[in-house]
């Protein structure tokens, strides 16, 4: 089980807390605060987000627009990086280096995406740190509606490198 330091433990409390992550979006994100995304859950293991289906994230087929799905999917591996790098030293940076998507139904009802690949990115890290050089890692998140149906896939490849000083 891997052991949070006191930085990622507030992380994790800031990008759950119902008022703290939607200013964060606001001033950071502004195309996911007006879409809805939330995150539900984060531990070192898993990452939980939403997004609602309402009038601005449809698209004229009645169901919740790829490119708003695919911002919760990122977000949910992105949050499990961001969890991993909190309080490195060094400082360790990541960016996205490749995206994989399907869908398989409509998504007519709120979205959650959840990523179990959290562990990828504290190994990542961790060898990155070891090593200096740059560590890769793909993390796969499964979106559901409420009712447990498969909407959509992704997996996003992360590059996570140390910063220099």
Known sequence: MIQLSAPQERLAKQVT????????????????????????????????????????????????????????????????????????????????????????KKATDRVYFTCQDGRKAFEAVSQCIETGESAQATFKTIGRMKDGTVVSEFEFTWSFKQRRS
């Open 17 to 104: 807390s119902g008022l703290k992550f939607p200013l964060y979006l606001i001033k950071s994100l502004p195309m996911g605060w007006i879409a809805g995304l939330r995150v539900r859950e984060l531990t070192p293991e898993n990452c939980t987000t939403s997004v609602p289906f309402k009038n601005l994230n449809k698209n004229p087929f009645k169901s919740i627009y790829f490119a708003v799905q695919s911002m919760a999917a990122e977000l949910s591996t992105a949050t499990a990086c961001l969890l991993a790098i909190t309080g490195q030293n060094p400082s360790v940076a990541f960016i996205i280096v490749d995206m994989k998507a399907s869908f398989s």
